[in-house]
């Protein structure tokens, strides 16, 4: 009879990756304008959205329907003798017994669907923005939050529209239906039964709410108990060095036992819901057998009426309590769906202007001219840039962590825009061409390289997807990855693991440089390509790396001067301004802050 | 193990049988008690409410008897009343007492785990995911939760609905009853049909959303990969591909469950409609009496529907039973041995390896050794390597016959290509794993006899990627210190370690959180944290695997210093790459392919062929240039 909440149940277990983040606020109050955008969600399917909510609207009333046919039959059958009627009014609840089944069908079948189609929709719009939203997004939310937006809070919003549209609309419809027949049965009896109802609901509504947040307290700890097994397995090394267990024992059962406090409290106030509901029930359900037999006796009420209004009463517990759960679910629900709409809203910074127009082939020349740039707007991190770079030049950046390298070529890469000045690529302000046309003939190699999940043959042809294997190899030989591919047991189809973790990052350093050089760019970024290669291996890459910067205008960072100390100039960057510029040979002669880095580095 | 109040102490590794309803009735153990009387108040509950419907009949039959009330019709009302206390009373104790023994059995579980896990030996960790592993500590261990806690008290409820309902229905007519229940094996068999399959079809679903959140996650974290190669439509694509199957596989399961509702719901209502007619033409024939007749309609209610939920309950508690494999798959690794206590026992008569051990002898530096497993005094941290080999596993030897002796407060510097033993060696002095073959010295005694936590108190270890954690700097600092530290010691091993300017920088100070909630700090500000964590720690051997290789230059100058005023005094090990890192160290050995190929020292090593001289004329090269 109620199963449907019971199903919904087992459809939506929350999935394991939103484990590991903390459950957010929650605005408290409705808003209303969240509410229609989220229904604005079903706008496409709207005509299943009407039809199966008069599917279960009829599901209701048929339920309703069925307890006052058992009171005919009482009445009208048993009492009186009459065994055609009761024949009668058995192939009538038969028959409608099919109407019932078949609406059963159609809605779980239309709504379910629905809600497969919404989260479907939810993770796809959500996606596909995400792809077009700027670096600095991602650089200030966490990658967790992101996670849960897509993964769980697109299940909630189309949970409410399936489900709690569902039991809403059968509550009321049942409710509605069983006082009507009450009424229609003893007015004065049904006039009781109104009366109590608000005080049910209101408890009902109250408990619940109690419960819930009882229940948000409970995944908050589950989510830091989660955390410190995920914390204690990840450094179970350090833990063992630092023979750190007995105290780390000691916090997680001071953890653990608050959720067991806060667990069995929702427990039991959950288990005190239902109780509480029933015996305010029975009050009502004591009044009416006290009036009701009076009334039996004096014949102004039926024997088959008092059986209807003790069935109807007793049941009615059920869409009260969906009631109940599905107002107090709304509120998670639409602060899962304001959190997912901030999402959406969130503008790219960096887009097409809408005058701009596609690259051609870069010649490669690069200008910074005066330009500014901050993170933060009180910590300016470039001021009053300004650097040309002809064509085919190789630019190295040397300097403190912080002075400025990556913000540089952050920018050459259109990650970020100059706040003032102008970046123009081949005389032209990069800002008037369109972004996709630019970043296509830019590649960079990272310090941490990330890889996909594949083969290494899939991560390589990350470069260019429409490479043969031929230039795949290729590729992967002048990057030096060759020699090591080929030695694993299934040689370019070994798979990388998640992130690339089966192999070393040495490994991936060199596999995301065969990537680049496959990618065949007019403008090369090495940010740090080369830290984790061992110097065997170093000093082959050396050579790849030198065919791969000839004729391409590049930028390369590095900690090892040994590997910058070829380029044609080398910038110091300090403090957002060039220290120093010049080659290597001039750099050392003036004697200055590359010198003593130089000679620091080599001092022996 | 833990004193806690809210559960008997209990080894959960003895819990393991064979048969795993024997394992959770053994993990039940003191809490066994309290969920017999959660059973007790569910039954007294459900009796409770078939009394209702007794009272009913006895209600109705009264007044529609020609002969005057027996009982006035207020005490019927308050029997009403009462019944629906008692039963609403006693249903709350069954979820108090059955959530109270849940709870505790599952809290003891976590703590056993969490503990288990932390006495796992390092080469358990080698050879699982972490993501797994966290997600049996945490789904799999609240599935169990559910399976005392909902799922097995859910099976209770209804089997005692069936059972107290059908005795009373007995009692009002047996061919009635009987004829009621028809139906029911059916309801059954149908319910556990559908649900096995629509389980299947579920964990299809969970899966293929465990792939899709990965595809998301790689997309995320691999965001500047992406865009720095233009690839959106690709990932688009990508994610497309695996969002639609998803959305394939959540039309199947939606089709499994309009399929099983209706069918069961249809068979339900139809022995339901049934049982009516024939009630009523039992009523009419005057087999039965009105008042019994609307008992029968009420119970029949409470007999049949029930039932459609079993085989839901009965499929979820089959897979309650596949979480506990999982999580029993854990308790049953072993821990990591605390002392070898054979060896303590046969220490006094200790034979060295007869082949070649003996020259050994006459080189202790402490003369004696100790008689039994006992915390050691401070190390001397002489450290010899006797014929030492090593294997994970059937065959894959990391180290070959290795041998070597270092004595107190020497640098030993290891060098050697990625793969050649270098880091295996290191980890067998904190006993990270137990070598396979040979012997390792440790102040004249095998390493075995010294108790884990004392030796590995002695041993300071800075890793290649250094771990914090996600506490503020200082708990970071003192994490490997037991006893309360005062600021001005942190700050002078944060000063040794040259970090203490940097977090002096922050403005939180030493009390900034690291990690995702607090700052991101770069490889060369963590390796600091690690080195002024150790510092701390003030242990008498110090191993260093390749702890500077990825960070800046200037960094390393700051971490070697720090370095050297950590080393004085102390036996240090140290894995580099770059020739200047190991040049200074008492003794250089070039490990390849699990065997020490190349000893002495810079000077004697440059002299002689060998990868010690390619690797120091390529970086010589790469400076001279």
Known sequence: ?604 | MLDSPHYPPLDLQKTLAKNRLISLWRLMAGFRLIYLLAISCLALAVASKTLTYMLLRYFVDDMLSQHHLTVPFYVIALGFVGLAIIEGGFTFLSGRFAARSSEGIILRLRDYLFDHLQHLPIAYYDQIKTGDLVQRCSSDVDALRRFFAEEAIGVGRITLLFTVNFIALLNLNVKLSLFTVMFIPLVIFISIFFFRKINLAYEDHQNQEGILSATLQENLSGVRVVKAFSRQPFEMAKFEQENWQQYLKGRRLVKMHAMYWPTVEFTCLFQYLLSIFMGATMAMNGEITIGTYMAFVGLAIWIIFPIQNLGRLIVQLSTGLVSYQRVAEIIKENREVVAHDDLALSNDNLLLPATNGHHYNGIYTNGHSSSSVTNPTLLQGEVIFDNVSLAYGMDAVALHHISFMVKPGQKVALLGPTGSGKSSLVNLLPRFYDYTHGQIWLDGKPLKQYALPELRQQIGFVEQEPFLFSRTIRENITYGVNYKVSDAEVEQAAQAAAIHDVIMSFPEGYSTLVGERGVTLSGGQKQRIAIARVLLKSPRILIFDDAVSAVDTETEQLIHAALERLQRGRTTFIIAHRIQTVMQADQIMVLDKGRIVQRGNHAELVQQPGIYQQIYQLQAQLTNE
């Open chain 1, 1 to 604: 009879m109620s199963g449907f909440s019971l199903l919904i149940s087992h459809l939506s277990l929350p999935t394991m990756t939103n484990n590991y983040f903390e459950e957010e606020e929650f605005t408290t109050q409705f808003n209303g304008k969240v509410l229609k955008r989220i229904f604005d969600q079903t706008k496409p399917y709207r005509k299943n959205l009407y039809t199966f909510m008069a599917l279960i609207a009829t599901v209701a009333m048929l339920d309703a329907t069925f307890t006052y046919i058992n009171k005919l039959i009482i009445d009208e059958g048993i009492m009186v003798g009459n065994r055609e009627r009761v024949l009668q009014l058995v192939t009538l609840y038969g028959s409608l017994l099919f109407v019932h089944i078949s609406c059963i069908f159609g809605f779980i079948y239309l709504a379910a669907n629905l809600g497969e189609q919404i989260q479907y929709d939810l993770r796809r719009q959500t996606f596909n923005h995400l792809q077009g939203l700027s670096l600095s997004y991602f650089d200030r939310t966490p990658i967790g939050w992101i996670m849960s937006r897509v993964t769980s809070d697109s299940v909630k919003i189309s949970e409410l529209v399936t489900w709690g549209l569902i039991d809403t609309t059968w509550a009321v419809m049942n409710l509605t239906t069983a006082i009507t027949f009450m009424l229609i049965i003893n007015w004065k009896l049904a006039l009781i039964v109104a009366l109590i109802l608000p005080v049910l609901i209101g408890i009902a509504f109250y408990f619940k709410q109690k419960i819930l947040a009882e229940f948000r307290q409970v995944r908050k700890l589950n989510s830091k108990v989660t955390g410190s097994y995920n914390e204690n397995i990840t450094g179970v090394r350090v833990v063992k060095a630092l023979t750190r267990e007995g105290q780390n024992l000691g916090e997680f059962d001071e953890l653990a036992t608050t959720m067991y406090q806060s667990g069995y409290r929702a427990a039991w106030l959950a288990a005190l819901f239902l109780p509480s509901v029933q015996i305010v029930g029975a009050m009502a359900l004591g009044s009416i057998v006290w009036y009701g037999g009076w009334q039996v006796q004096m014949g102004s009420m039926t024997v088959g009426g008092l059986q209807a209004f003790i069935t109807y009463l007793t049941f009615m517990l059920f869409p009260i309590q969906d009631l109940a759960r599905v107002y107090a679910q709304m509120q998670n629900s639409v602060a899962s769906a304001e959190r997912i709409f901030s999402l959406l809203d969130a503008q790219a910074e960096i887009t097409d202007r809408p005058n701009a127009v596609p690259a051609a082939t870069f010649q490669g020349e690069i200008e910074f001219d005066q330009v500014e740039f901050y993170y933060k707007k009180e910590k300016s991190v470039l001021t009053d840039f300004s650097l040309k770079v002809t064509p085919g030049q190789t630019i190295a950046l040397v300097g403190p962590t912080g002075g400025g390298k990556s913000t540089i070529v952050n920018l050459v890469s259109r990650f970020y825009e100059p706040k003032h000045g102008v970046i123009r690529f081949d005389g032209m302000d990069y800002t008037q061409l369109t972004l996709a046309s630019i970043q296509s003939q830019i590649a960079m190699v990272l310090q941490t390289p990330h890889l996909f999940s594949g083969t290494i043959r899939e991560n390589i042809r990350y470069g260019k997807l429409d490479a043969t294997d031929e230039e795949i190899e290729a590729a992967a030989k002048v990057a030096h990855a060759h020699e090591f591919i080929i030695e694993l047991e299934h040689g370019y189809n070994e798979e990388v693991g998640e992130g690339g973790n089966l192999l070393s990052t040495g490994q991936k350093q060199l596999i995301s440089v065969a990537r680049a050089v496959l990618a065949n760019p007019r403008i090369l970024i090495l940010d740090e390509a080369t830290s984790s290669v061992d110097t065997l291996t170093e000093a082959l890459l050396q050579q790849g790396l030198d065919a791969l910067l000839e004729g391409r205008t590049s930028f390369v960072i590095a900690h090892r001067l040994s590997t910058i100390k070829r380029a044609d100039r080398i910038l110091v960057i300090a403090n957002g301004h060039i220290a120093e510029m010049g080659n290597h040979t001039e750099l050392m002669e003036s004697k200055g802050h590359y010198y003593s880095l130089y000679t620091n580095q080599f001092r022996n």
